[in-house]
């Protein structure tokens, strides 16, 4: 399917060197996949790949703030465009839907983890990740913010049965290797979890306390999202039966 990269303009330690991904697919239904955080450049943007067309539909693929905090701004720009996104709005988008969009149609794929709300979007051979993977780093999984380390994985292994051909993520170059880093990131899960069990045997017993011990010194902007994801280890470890909190803290209670 048709479609065209334009980069958010938001450009962080976050988001990357070139902000977030956003994703215009041209024709019959013009599209936009996800919407930036509002920045006017990228409207602009967005509206000189238009070429005169009016934008009809956003797909959004979840609600974080660097994917639907632009819509307000696009919306303004071009009054008739819907939004959609999962479970929400006038119009949700629901699990298995067939949307049309460009000259073709999209099937949504319900893949939560990274938050409540997370929906790619397949195009058969290529599919529009949101946050569910990105080249050369991780996903964060907010456990603070809805995230869930064991829908994540879920996700991941439902994504990898439909044998897509590319991964178009919401950061970063596309994904040419689908299920090489999707085994991948399974395997780095499984090793954080044992990780995180090695540290609580240590001593350290709360998420603030365990992640500089597994991340390193981090930058005071991914320090939290990094207690975030430990959590959200701990939480999966204890729907297992290998960790358990009391008071407040945190204990492995794996065998040996």
């Not at 974080?64 to 939004?83: E, F, M, N, Q």
């Not at 929400?88 to 969009?101: K, Q, R, Y």
């Not at 280890?233 to 803290?249: Q, T």
Request: include cysteine.
């Amino acid at each position: 399917m048709k479609h065209i990269l334009i980069p958010a303009r938001n450009a962080s330690t976050w988001t990357g060197p070139g902000g977030n991904n956003t994703y215009l697919l041209p024709g019959r239904v013009p599209t936009l996949i996800d919407a930036g955080v509002g920045k006017p450049e990228h409207v602009d943007d967005i509206a000189r790949e238009l070429a005169g067309d009016t934008l009809a539909l956003v797909l959004v693929t979840h609600g974080h703030p660097d994917h639907a905090g632009g819509i307000p701004a696009i919306v303004s720009r071009w009054p008739a465009a819907r939004v959609r996104r999962f479970g929400s709005g006038d119009e949700p988008v629901l699990d298995n839907d067939a949307i049309e969009v460009g000259d073709g149609v999209l099937t949504a794929i319900y893949t939560p983890g990274h938050s409540p709300d997370h929906c790619c979007f397949s195009a058969g051979a290529d599919i529009f990740c949101g946050d569910l993977a990105r080249a050369g780093g991780t996903i964060v999984i907010p456990a603070g913010r809805g995230g869930d380390l064991t829908e994540y994985l879920a996700s991941l292994n439902r994504v990898r049965s439909l044998r897509p051909e590319r991964l178009l993520p919401g950061h970063g170059p596309i994904i040419d290797n689908p299920d090489a880093i999707i085994d991948g990131y399974v395997r780095h899960r499984a090793q954080r979890d044992h990780q995180i069990l090695s540290v609580l045997k240590s001593g350290a017993s709360v998420p603030e306390e365990i992640a500089p011990k597994i991340y390193g010194a981090l930058a005071p902007e991914l320090t939290r999202a990094a207690a975030e994801t430990v959590l959200a280890h701990l939480i999966k470890l204890a729907r297992e039966g290998r960790a358990a909190e009391r008071d407040g803290r945190w204990v492995s209670v794996q065998a040996g």
